[in-house]
């Protein structure tokens, strides 16, 4: 989840550390800190753990002392091990000074090595796992071993996926990054006279336009100008070069005053990419190209199972509805965090559909494992192409949505749902589920969703005062259902990340089975209740729920001038068909959380204790 960067070359690296620290710094904003080799060779560090003034603050700090040396490392912190603080910001060092290192990932034999360390007389600093490492590392150099070998050897001993970077006196014009499983990735690249390491290619965009992804068991040594990987026993390897996408570079505020608020309104356009390429209104056909498999492979797929987290889960929730009422194929979807640990009966007929727009969460990365071992085949659904989890699948369906930078996902969600609509089709027109007719129908309301959405978002106006009015309140409950409760749930998400008020979503008809003895004047509840085949039983759930003095604020279609009458506030999206409801719904739900973020005085950019990229499970 930490952010890291590192660079050696033939200028000051502080101010280049501190602008790539903050391009990752989505990734933790708990601490900041970075080390940098002086002209005298000696290591100095500066940190700060001041929750989100970190960078700001390490900023001034390293402004004011003039910090200065051609090679260096940073990190930016989301605290697993130790609370936020000074002591426990990265980089940690050893007790000579003879090494720095920074850390992303979790030591899960920390307690045992901890102690060991104590047991022979070493004093540690900080209460994070990652500091045992600066330690190890150090035993190794001060007995003559290079760098490099130091942290393998120290790795050997660690249990835990990690991506370790370091920086040592006994080799002064070197940065040294090792990566040990899916603790998210470190990219290493090169210019004419530099070299440098991120934990994601958008911090490497305006120094190199090719760049290399470290893979698990492999190390790198960063020269100026150059950079050489290894295997963990020392054999070189030769790295694959992928060409950076520069159109990254779009991830700037602009007239913005967040990126939420841009990436909210960039929705019609991400739909559009996401649908580019795929439907095709010439021919009225729906093409995949991405995906080569045979008819034969397609029919005998006799389950498809959805796995992600968070908001992509219920991404994954909409397109197992999909697939399941489209395809004619038995879907669900499930939480990564459950699947990868329960043993699942899943084997080469079923269908592993992975959605994660950074390719890099733990979990998810963990389920495609667990299913590659199985003889599955695997479809990830994401953003980040280069990401872990291209690697692992069998096929990527790239969602086009473009750089998200705000933690709370919203347009790779609207983006992951298009993709996954598309991909029901897909699969229904294969195995001869539908005909032609039905998917030029479906292709032809595919493409008016942009336009949907955009006047969706044209109404903005609407939501500002639900939300002025829900801000008051510190319970809320979200109902949905069929399609409309994985939008439900992603709402009630939504409020909490970014307003921290507690939220519930709910399958409206779970409402009498315990949910109910909630129900009063201190909890509205949010229904999503479009005109669609539910239409009637959501109406007899509000019902239900004013009857118990509940009040209720209700997503209705245009078209609408029942619940008008019924409930305390309406807002309205455009009539459309009832497979595309759900991208409308949508909407409303995500200005609602952003609305009363900002009504509470919170950063709707960096909630607290979150970060975009979960590289720890
Ligand atoms: C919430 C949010 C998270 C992510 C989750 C999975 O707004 O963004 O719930 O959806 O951490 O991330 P990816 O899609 O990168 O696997």
């Known amino acids: ?142 007995t003559g071993h290079s760098l490099r070998d130091s942290l393998v050897k120290t790795v050997g001993q660690l249990k835990g996926n990690m991506v370790v970077i370091a920086v040592a006196t006994s080799e002064p014009s070197k940065v040294v990054g090792l990566r040990l499983g899916n603790a998210g990735g470190i990219v290493v690249g090169k210019n004419e006279d530099s070299a440098f390491m991120a934990s994601d290619t958008v911090a490497l965009l305006s120094h190199t336009a090719e760049v290399v992804y470290l893979e698990s068991g492999q190390v790198v040594e960063i020269e100026s100008g150059s950079f050489r990987l290894f295997d963990f026993n020392g054999k ?40 580019a390429g795929r439907v095709n209104l010439v021919s009225g056909e729906l093409e995949m190209p991405e995906i080569t498999l045979s008819a034969n492979q397609i029919r005998s797929i006799d389950r498809v199972l959805i796995t992600g987290m968070g908001t992509s889960l219920h991404a994954g929730m909409f ?44 979990d998810t990365l963990a389920a495609m494992e667990y299913a590659s071992q199985q003889g599955s085949c695997q479809i990830a659904v994401l953003e980040q192409e280069g990401s872990q989890a291209a690697r692992i699948a069998d096929f990527t369906l790239p969602i086009h ?29 294969v195995r001869s589920v539908i005909d032609v007719d039905r998917v030029k129908q479906l292709v032809e309301q595919i493409s008016t969703l942009p336009s949907l959405v955009a006047s969706t978002l044209d109404r903005n106006g609407e939501t500002s005062d639900v939300a002025k009015h829900l801000a008051k309140f510190t319970d809320l409950l979200y109902l949905g259902r069929g399609s409309q409760l994985p939008i439900a749930l992603e709402g009630a998400l939504k409020m909490k990340e970014l307003a921290y008020i507690h939220a519930e979503g709910y399958p409206a008809g779970e409402m009498k089975h315990g949910v109910n003895a909630l129900l009063g004047a201190d909890m509205p509840t949010v229904v999503c209740a479009p005109n669609n085949h539910l239409y009637e039983k959501m109406l007899s759930n509000i ?30 999206i455009p009539d459309c068909s009832e497979f595309l409801q759900p991208f409308l719904t949508l909407v409303p739900l995500q200005l609602l959380a952003y609305t009363t973020a900002l009504e509470l005085g919170r950063d709707p950019d960096q909630p607290r204790n979150l970060a975009k990229t979960v590289t720890v499970e």
């Open 1 to 142: 989840m930490c952010g890291l960067f590192a660079y050696v070359g033939s200028v000051n690296a502080v101010p280049i550390l501190l602008d790539g620290l903050r391009s990752v710094e989505y990734r933790g904003y708990d601490s900041a800190g970075i080390s940098v080799i002086t002209e005298s060779g000696s290591i100095e560090t500066r940190k700060r753990g001041d929750h989100k003034a970190s960078l700001n603050n390490l900023h001034s700090a390293v402004t004011d002392d003039q910090l200065f040396g051609l090679v260096g490392i940073g990190h930016t912190r989301w605290a697993t091990h130790g609370v936020v603080n000074h002591a426990n910001s990265h980089p940690h060092s050893s007790v000579d000074g003879s090494i720095s290192i920074a850390h992303n990932g979790i030591i899960e034999n920390f307690l045992d090595i901890r102690d060991e360390l104590l047991d022979s007389g070493v004093e540690l600093s900080s209460e994070t796992d990652s500091e045992v490492i600066a330690h190890l590392a150090g035993n190794y150099l001060a």
């Open 543 to 572: 019902s239900e729920v004013k009857a118990r003095g509940g009040e209720v604020m209700a997503i209705v279609s245009d078209s609408d001038d029942t619940l008008e009458r019924i409930v305390d506030q309406v807002i309205r």
């Open 236 to 275: 070189p390897i030769e790295g694959k070069s992928v060409k950076t996408d520069q159109s990254f570079r779009a991830a700037q505020k602009g007239k913005y005053p967040d990126f939420m608020s841009k990436e909210i309104a960039e929705q019609p356009e991400a739909i559009q990419r996401a649908i």
């Open 401 to 429: 949505a473009g750089q998200e930078i705000g933690v709370a996902s919203t347009k790779t969600m609207i983006a992951s749902m298009t993709t996954l609509l598309e991909l029901s089709i897909f699969l229904a027109r």
């Open 319 to 362: 397109g197992a509805s999909m697939i399941e009422s489209l395809a004619r194929i038995p879907a669900s979807a499930e939480n990564s965090s459950e699947l990868r640990y329960r043993n699942p009966v899943i084997g080469s007929n079923t269908l592993i559909i992975a959605v994660t727009q950074s390719g890099e969460t733990a």
